[in-house]
């Protein structure tokens, strides 16, 4: 018989998507029946590059929207370059796509007039979009071996990069290359494709290592210390490798233990089965790049971490049911090299809030029954102490009923923000506000400790508002590495529900979609390591009404010093 | 934190969360009372074969009734439990119940890939690893240039001795493995088009470059539109396989890449889906089983329509599950229907949702009859119903060999502390209840249903039941009787015989003419490679006992049907029990130990009418 582990395994893996699908799921759009080209060339180091696959995938704003149109099926468009480096993509459905091609060894080349390595770009009816080329070189490659104290191979072991002076960008990982960060079974790491200047390798760290038990290795730089500021730079040129960077890691037996419980803040009793996160601390310098760990309760309350480097560090439990009414105190510890004990974790019974869900502006039935279909949730804001991650795993959970009743539960006292997600159909359907008594609680419904509030009503509408934007630069062109991000926010609505986000595309135009109706405040900013300081954020504020995409120009002016 | 971080990391609590509310505790009222016994431990320790110390291994004890124990089973999957300097460890608070243990080891794998054991608070457990084997090689287009960053896959479909295994459809067999399909690609060409797939168990294996892979939804790579490459440069009626033993490394797997054209099925599901999840599809290969690919159907498409893309041709079955238990809303699933693909698309496929079944009912432990107060019956370590391992499990018997079963791993619970039971989430067919009982004490005396009128009880055990779609069978009574015996020896092979003494099968056939068709009395083993064997849990009475040689395709890797599920299974070696009149007698509580089983060649039965 085989193993139940498989069997569980596949269960699991049944059951994960089944039920983690509804966390994700959203509409795929309508493919259209326009379609148009796109036509450019692949140089590399600058002669023709033959043979380079460039993919065209559907573009959504940010990186959890791609996810979501790949569990729904949206398949990249492929083409592959000519002898002379020329692709053309026909009969493209037309939409938005990022083109890039998939050369996991090249990046783009830094003085380039095309400077990106993916390009935003809208596809038109009948139009062949042209030159959208990309000038490629080699990547660097850096190479070597990962051995514990006793000169055994460290297997499966996380390799990180940081950048050891200004030239390096950090963003690095992506899903289709993560696989290099890792050590085989010798040890042996092979990190390529990186882009030229220098960096401070290290081993350990555990980025994923707190799932499942895994050997946490305490961070160790090459070529074998703990301290960054010790740390060799290994430098990287453009088609070049640097081999035997090899790193002994310093301790990969043990760092210090956290250890502690889980009380009901109310009664002191011990509770089991609770999960503990414990993450680094804003003033914590690993913050960031440690995301901490997770861990039962065990019978008495009972919860340890094992491998803590000394450091300032902030923990919070929650339980697994879903139905649980309790949320988690936040709790700081610090490690100053030696054992913490004694860390106590109060979970209390929180908040509540009730009351009904409508829709704005229509009756349609078949869009009223789509509500109890989307997943309710709420954060609460008010306790400075806390980061977005440690207030996501705290979140309150929340349900609508198919009679039209909702509940959202498990809320600690401060201002909590109601938020409605999952699949709303092709038109959109947004949480647009909440109302208690009358009133709009834009800055969240003010709750007390352990307070129930009902009568409240979760008011949703159709999201169909367009921004078309585009932006004009002045004062020099943009370069190279810039990635230019426009972001709509509902000027009365503090809620992060009321915003929007896309990529400002090659041609300076760009697309923010699925808004509700309202005024917003439309912003460009440069993300870019290359500019020698911020340029001045532009805003401009546009009317979003229902049915006619609002339309907006902002002038992006380079020279002007920024915020 | 930079931003793909962060994404990351919320993907992460979101699937533990989400772990947590698939391990949700069922809607309909199941009996989850746990007993208020003081929790136990589980100790152990973890060795290489040849005895050496594992440290740092990471261990898992997995509840057998992970439905009905949500929390436990999420608590294990998070609890960083690793072996010491010396191998050992120790899983600590344990509830009553059964439990799987786990051990995790990048780059090893578990030695013994016979049949899942289950273990209790208070047993001690050695796990053996081995090195696991590499694959290594080059994949390269037809110029020689490097085909970087593809994915690589490597299933195994034959086992260490070359015999024919279904393979694991989540690549690895292990969760962890499957996870971090989710989260890196686990094996990917690099620049030079070098790659190295590790931790692979012995056996043999098809190596293939491209293609979507199972849990392709999270990244598009250029080359997951094609349908895979296998090595050495084709589709898989053309692969070679690539044979490795354990800590081989097989070296120079290169593969010529061509861009074999992909293929899509699409279709419809059809039927109940009152999930606010959506449906999941999935294509397995009919020959070996591998997970091929998963589409997703959204709660709120029109038409529940799905595509599955980048298939190469060939036979598969496809299948839809859907549900969420966290709704409470049952797990609805389809009967997995056989696709093939020849040079096109195939569209129009149709698949079915039908409601999922259950059966429930109570086990009850009765006492030895004569009250039994000999030696041998007492016992250090008494059993508690709450430690049997239950399951439902399909009897395959009149089903094609390569249709596969999604949902068997549901199929198992534990009662509670008064013994009653819940298995859910079963698809229709013919079943049989299976158990494995804790200890040596107890055994199996009936499997009964009591049917309306309550005067008619219905023998289960002879042979089994049939579920209907949906269906609930409730009421079944599972006896169980105190003062078992065991009985353990060896097979002592002649000096010609080539089959080797782990292949050898022995049975243990009741020879009191009225248990005929006792099938519970009826028992099978395998001899381990050094010929020894042991069976427990037996009621006592008088056996035959023989010893045949597995089906030479069988693998030692899979669960055979018992030749006693038939009744011209029990016919035959009662049979060949009477010739050979090799016969044993187990009173209450008996411990036989040195039993030695000379292996004689089968004698052919002839046809021999039974009433």
């Given at each position: 018989?085989?193993?139940?582990?498989?069997?569980?395994?596949r269960?699991?893996?049944?059951?994960?998507i089944v039920?983690?699908?509804s966390?994700?799921?959203?509409?795929?759009?309508?493919?259209?029946?326009?379609?148009?080209?796109?036509?450019?060339?692949?140089t590399?180091?600058?002669?023709?590059?033959?043979?380079?696959?460039?993919?065209?995938?559907?573009?959504?704003?940010?990186?959890?929207?791609?996810?979501?149109?790949?569990?729904?099926?949206?398949?990249?468009?492929r083409?592959?370059?000519?002898?002379?480096g020329?692709?053309?993509?026909?009969?493209?459905?037309?939409?938005?796509y990022?083109?890039?091609?998939y050369?996991?060894?090249h990046?783009?080349?830094?003085?380039?007039?095309?400077?990106?390595?993916?390009?935003?770009?809208?596809?038109?009816?009948?139009?062949t979009?042209?030159?959208?080329?990309?000038?490629?070189?080699?990547?660097?490659?850096?190479?070597?071996?990962?051995?514990?104290?006793n000169?055994r191979?460290?297997?499966?072991?996380?390799?990180?990069?940081a950048?050891?002076?200004?030239?390096?960008?950090?963003?690095?990982?992506?899903?289709?290359?993560?696989?290099?960060?890792?050590?085989?079974?010798?040890?042996v790491?092979?990190?390529?494709?990186?882009?030229?200047?220098?960096?401070?390798?290290?081993?350990?760290g555990?980025?994923?290592?707190?799932?499942?038990g895994?050997?946490?290795?305490?961070?160790?730089?090459?070529?074998?210390?703990a301290?960054?500021?010790?740390?060799?730079?290994?430098?990287v040129?453009a088609g070049?490798?640097?081999?035997?960077?090899?790193?002994?890691?310093?301790?990969?037996?043990?760092?210090?233990?956290?250890s502690?419980?889980?009380?009901?803040?109310?009664?002191?009793?011990?509770?089991?089965?609770?999960?503990?996160?414990?993450?680094?601390?804003?003033?914590?310098?690993?913050?960031?790049?440690f995301?901490?760990?997770?861990?039962?309760?065990?019978?008495?309350?009972?919860?340890?971490?094992?491998?803590?480097?000394?450091g300032?560090?902030?923990?919070?439990a929650?339980?697994?049911?879903?139905?649980?009414?309790?949320?988690?105190?936040?709790?700081?510890?610090?490690?100053?090299?030696?054992?913490?004990k004694?860390?106590?974790?109060?979970?209390?019974?929180?908040?509540?809030?009730?009351?009904?869900?409508?829709v704005?502006?229509?009756?349609?039935?078949?869009?009223?029954?789509?509500?109890?279909?989307?997943?309710?949730?709420?954060?609460?804001?008010?306790?400075?102490?806390?980061?977005?991650?440690?207030?996501?795993?705290?979140?309150?959970?929340?349900?609508?009923?198919?009679d039209?009743?909702?509940?959202v539960?498990?809320?600690?006292?401060?201002?909590?923000?109601?938020?409605?997600?999952?699949?709303?159909?092709?038109?959109?359907?947004?949480?647009?506000r909440?109302?208690?008594?009358?009133?709009?609680q834009?800055?969240?419904v003010?709750?007390?400790?352990?307070?129930?509030?009902?009568?409240?009503?979760?008011?949703?509408?159709?999201?169909?508002?367009?921004?078309?934007?585009?932006?004009?630069?002045?004062?020099?062109?943009?370069?190279?590495?810039t990635?230019?991000i426009?972001s709509?926010?509902?000027?009365?609505?503090?809620?992060?529900?009321?915003?929007?986000r896309?990529?400002?595309?090659?041609?300076?135009?760009?697309?923010?979609?699925?808004?509700l109706?309202?005024?917003?405040?439309?912003?460009?900013?440069?993300?870019?390591?290359?500019?020698?300081?911020?340029?001045?954020?532009?805003k401009?504020?546009?009317?979003?009404?229902?049915?006619?995409?609002?339309?907006?120009?902002?002038?992006?002016?380079l020279?002007?010093?920024?915020? | 934190?930079?931003?793909?971080?962060?994404?990351?990391?919320?993907?992460?609590?979101?699937?533990?969360?989400?772990i947590?509310a698939?391990?949700?505790?069922?809607?309909?009222?199941?009996?989850?009372?746990?007993?208020?016994?003081?929790?136990?431990?589980?100790?152990?320790?973890?060795?290489?074969?040849?005895?050496?110390?594992v440290?740092?291994?990471?261990?898992l004890?997995?509840?057998?009734?992970?439905?009905?124990?949500?929390?436990?089973?999420?608590?294990?999957?998070?609890?960083?439990?690793?072996?010491d300097?010396?191998?050992?460890?120790?899983?600590?608070?344990?509830?009553?119940?059964?439990?799987?243990?786990?051990?995790?080891?990048?780059?090893?794998?578990v030695?013994?890939?016979?049949?899942?054991?289950?273990?209790?608070?208070?047993d001690?457990?050695?796990i053996?690893?081995?090195?696991?084997?590499?694959?290594?090689?080059?994949?390269?287009?037809?110029?020689?240039?490097?085909?970087?960053?593809?994915?690589?896959?490597?299933?195994?479909?034959?086992?260490?001795?070359?015999?024919p295994?279904?393979?694991?459809?989540l690549?690895?067999?292990?969760?962890?493995?499957?996870?971090?399909?989710?989260?890196?690609?686990?094996?990917?060409t690099?620049?030079?088009?070098v790659?190295?797939?590790?931790?692979?168990?012995?056996?043999?294996?098809?190596?293939?470059?491209?293609?979507?892979?199972?849990v392709?939804?999270?990244?598009?790579?250029?080359?997951?539109?094609?349908?895979?490459?296998?090595?050495?440069?084709?589709?898989?009626?053309?692969?070679?396989?690539?044979?490795?033993?354990?800590?081989?490394?097989?070296?120079?797997?290169?593969?010529?890449?061509?861009?074999?054209?992909?293929?899509?099925?699409?279709?419809?599901?059809?039927?109940?889906?009152?999930?606010?999840?959506?449906?999941?599809?999935?294509?397995?290969?009919?020959?070996?089983?591998?997970?091929?690919?998963i589409?997703?159907v959204?709660?709120n498409?029109?038409?529940?329509?799905?595509?599955?893309?980048s298939?190469s041709?060939?036979?598969?079955?496809?299948?839809?599950?859907?549900?969420?238990?966290?709704?409470?809303?049952?797990?609805?699933?389809?009967?997995?229907r056989?696709?093939?693909?020849?040079?096109?698309d195939?569209?129009?496929?149709?698949?079915?949702?039908?409601?999922?079944?259950?059966?429930?009912?109570?086990?009850l432990?009765?006492?030895?009859?004569?009250?039994?107060?000999?030696?041998?019956?007492?016992?250090?370590?008494p059993?508690?119903?709450?430690?049997?391992a239950?399951?439902?499990?399909?009897d395959r018997?009149?089903?094609?060999k390569?249709?596969?079963?999604?949902l068997?791993?549901?199929?198992?619970?534990?009662?509670?502390?008064?013994?009653?039971?819940?298995?859910?989430?079963?698809?229709?067919?013919?079943?049989?209840?299976v158990?494995?009982?804790?200890?040596?004490?107890?055994?199996?005396?009936?499997?009964?249903?009591?049917?309306?009128?309550a005067?008619?009880?219905?023998?289960?055990?002879?042979?089994?039941?049939?579920?209907?779609?949906?269906?609930?069978?409730?009421?079944?009574?599972?006896?169980?009787?105190?003062?078992?015996?065991?009985?353990?020896?060896?097979?002592?092979?002649?000096?010609?015989?080539?089959?080797?003494?782990?292949?050898?099968?022995?049975?243990?056939?009741?020879?009191?003419?009225?248990?005929?068709?006792?099938?519970?009395?009826?028992?099978?083993?395998?001899?381990?490679p050094?010929?020894?064997?042991?069976?427990?849990?037996?009621?006592?009475?008088?056996?035959?006992?023989?010893v045949?040689?597995?089906?030479?395709?069988?693998?030692?890797?899979?669960?055979?049907?018992?030749?006693?599920?038939?009744?011209?299974?029990?016919?035959?070696?009662?049979?060949?029990?009477?010739?050979?009149?090799n016969?044993?007698?187990?009173?209450?509580?008996?411990?036989?130990?040195?039993?030695?089983?000379?292996?004689?060649?089968?004698?052919?039965?002839?046809t021999?009418?039974?009433?």
């Amino acid at each position: 018989m085989k193993t139940s582990m498989k069997f569980f395994a596949r269960i699991f893996f049944i059951a994960l998507i089944v039920v983690c699908a509804s966390a994700n799921a959203f509409a795929q759009d309508q493919k259209e029946q326009k379609s148009g080209s796109v036509t450019g060339r692949v140089t590399i180091d600058g002669r023709a590059a033959a043979g380079v696959i460039v993919l065209l995938s559907p573009s959504g704003s940010d990186p959890a929207r791609r996810i979501e149109l790949s569990l729904a099926g949206a398949t990249a468009i492929r083409t592959t370059t000519d002898e002379n480096g020329n692709f053309n993509f026909s009969d493209v459905p037309a939409g938005r796509y990022r083109a890039a091609p998939y050369t996991l060894s090249h990046i783009a080349a830094p003085d380039s007039k095309s400077s990106e390595h993916e390009r935003e770009i809208t596809v038109t009816h009948d139009q062949t979009l042209e030159g959208i080329d990309f000038a490629l070189i080699r990547g660097g490659v850096i190479t070597g071996r990962v051995t514990d104290a006793n000169g055994r191979p460290l297997i499966r072991e996380t390799i990180s990069l940081a950048g050891a002076d200004d030239s390096a960008p950090a963003r690095l990982w992506s899903p289709n290359n993560s696989s290099m960060f890792l050590t085989d079974d010798r040890g042996v790491y092979r990190l390529y494709g990186l882009p030229p200047g220098k960096y401070f390798v290290s081993a350990g760290g555990g980025e994923m290592s707190f799932f499942f038990g895994d050997r946490k290795t305490p961070r160790t730089y090459y070529p074998g210390v703990a301290d960054r500021a010790r740390a060799k730079p290994v430098e990287v040129t453009a088609g070049g490798e640097a081999i035997g960077i090899d790193i002994g890691v310093v301790n990969s037996a043990r760092g210090y233990q956290a250890s502690g419980r889980v009380i009901d803040g109310d009664t002191g009793k011990p509770l089991p089965n609770a999960i503990v996160l414990f993450m680094a601390a804003k003033e914590n310098p690993a913050a960031g790049s440690f995301p901490g760990g997770v861990s039962p309760s065990g019978s008495k309350g009972e919860f340890h971490f094992d491998n803590v480097s000394s450091g300032v560090y902030m923990a919070t439990a929650q339980f697994v049911e879903p139905e649980s009414e309790f949320y988690g105190d936040m709790v700081n510890f610090e490690i100053k090299n030696e054992d913490v004990k004694g860390i106590e974790i109060k979970l209390r019974r929180g908040g509540s809030i009730t009351g009904f869900v409508v829709v704005d502006d229509t009756a349609d039935p078949e869009i009223l029954a789509r509500l109890s279909q989307m997943n309710l949730a709420a954060h609460v804001t008010g306790d400075s102490a806390s980061t977005a991650e440690a207030d996501s795993f705290g979140a309150g959970r929340g349900k609508i009923n198919p009679d039209g009743s909702f509940r959202v539960w498990g809320l600690k006292p401060g201002k909590v923000h109601i938020r409605a997600g999952g699949y709303s159909g092709p038109k959109g359907l947004k949480l647009a506000r909440v109302e208690r008594d009358g009133l709009d609680q834009t800055d969240g419904v003010e709750l007390k400790a352990g307070e129930h509030i009902s009568g409240v009503r979760l008011v949703f509408a159709t999201s169909s508002g367009v921004i078309r934007g585009r932006v004009v630069i002045e004062g020099g062109p943009l370069p190279a590495g810039t990635t230019l991000i426009a972001s709509a926010k509902n000027i009365a609505d503090e809620d992060s529900d009321a915003e929007g986000r896309a990529k400002v595309d090659a041609a300076g135009n760009f697309v923010i979609e699925n808004l509700l109706p309202g005024a917003y405040e439309v912003t460009v900013s440069a993300e870019s390591d290359a500019l020698p300081s911020q340029p001045q954020k532009v805003k401009q504020t546009v009317n979003v009404a229902k049915d006619v995409p609002a339309e907006v120009t902002l002038v992006l002016n380079l020279k002007a010093k920024g915020n | 934190m930079n931003m793909d971080m962060k994404r990351v990391f919320s993907l992460v609590i979101l699937l533990t969360l989400c772990i947590a509310a698939f391990a949700q505790k069922p809607q309909r009222p199941a009996p989850v009372e746990k007993s208020k016994s003081p929790s136990r431990s589980i100790t152990g320790r973890v060795i290489i074969e040849g005895g050496q110390a594992v440290p740092s291994a990471a261990i898992l004890a997995l509840p057998v009734n992970f439905m009905g124990n949500q929390s436990a089973a999420v608590a294990s999957l998070l609890r960083p439990i690793t072996t010491d300097e010396a191998g050992r460890f120790e899983v600590k608070d344990l509830s009553s119940g059964a439990y799987s243990i786990h051990v995790l080891l990048a780059g090893y794998v578990v030695s013994d890939r016979r049949e899942q054991k289950y273990y209790r608070p208070g047993d001690t457990v050695t796990i053996s690893l081995t090195k696991g084997a590499v694959i290594t090689g080059r994949v390269t287009n037809f110029t020689g240039e490097p085909i970087v960053g593809a994915r690589m896959r490597a299933v195994r479909i034959k086992d260490a001795d070359g015999r024919p295994v279904r393979a694991d459809a989540l690549g690895g067999g292990s969760i962890f493995g499957f996870l971090d399909q989710i989260m890196n690609i686990e094996s990917q060409t690099d620049d030079r088009g070098v790659y190295r797939i590790y931790g692979l168990e012995p056996g043999s294996y098809h190596v293939s470059a491209g293609g979507k892979g199972q849990v392709s939804f999270l990244s598009t790579g250029g080359y997951d539109s094609d349908a895979p490459t296998y090595y050495p440069s084709g589709t898989i009626d053309t692969a070679a396989e690539v044979k490795v033993q354990a800590g081989d490394e097989a070296t120079g797997i290169d593969i010529r890449y061509r861009e074999n054209r992909g293929y899509a099925i699409s279709g419809t599901i059809k039927g109940q889906s009152t999930s606010t999840a959506g449906i999941s599809v999935m294509l397995t290969r009919a020959a070996s089983g591998a997970l091929e690919g998963i589409a997703f159907v959204l709660p709120n498409s029109p038409n529940h329509g799905f595509i599955l893309t980048s298939v190469s041709e060939g036979d598969y079955y496809i299948a839809a599950v859907a549900g969420n238990t966290m709704e409470g809303t049952s797990v609805a699933a389809s009967v997995a229907r056989r696709v093939s693909v020849k040079g096109a698309d195939v569209t129009g496929i149709e698949l079915a949702l039908t409601p999922l079944g259950s059966v429930s009912g109570r086990v009850l432990v009765e006492p030895a009859p004569g009250a039994d107060s000999r030696a041998e019956c007492k016992t250090a370590r008494p059993a508690s119903v709450e430690e049997v391992a239950l399951m439902a499990q399909s009897d395959r018997k009149d089903r094609p060999k390569d249709e596969p079963e999604l949902l068997a791993s549901y199929a198992t619970s534990t009662p509670n502390a008064k013994g009653e039971f819940v298995i859910r989430f079963l698809e229709q067919g013919q079943k049989r209840m299976v158990m494995k009982l804790p200890g040596e004490q107890w055994y199996a005396r009936a499997i009964t249903l009591s049917a309306t009128p309550a005067s008619r009880t219905v023998d289960l055990a002879r042979d089994g039941f049939s579920l209907k779609q949906g269906e609930s069978v409730n009421g079944i009574t599972i006896t169980l009787s105190e003062g078992a015996a065991s009985l353990s020896g060896k097979v002592v092979m002649g000096k010609e015989e080539t089959i080797p003494a782990g292949r050898m099968r022995v049975h243990l056939v009741p020879a009191e003419a009225l248990s005929a068709d006792e099938t519970l009395r009826f028992a099978e083993t395998t001899a381990q490679p050094d010929g020894t064997f042991k069976f427990t849990n037996l009621a006592p009475g008088r056996y035959w006992i023989i010893v045949r040689p597995m089906p030479d395709e069988e693998s030692l890797e899979t669960a055979s049907r018992p030749v006693a599920w038939d009744a011209s299974g029990r016919a035959g070696l009662r049979f060949e029990g009477e010739a050979l009149a090799n016969a044993v007698e187990l009173k209450p509580c008996q411990r036989v130990a040195d039993f030695l089983l000379r292996y004689t060649p089968p004698v052919k039965p002839t046809t021999k009418k039974l009433n």
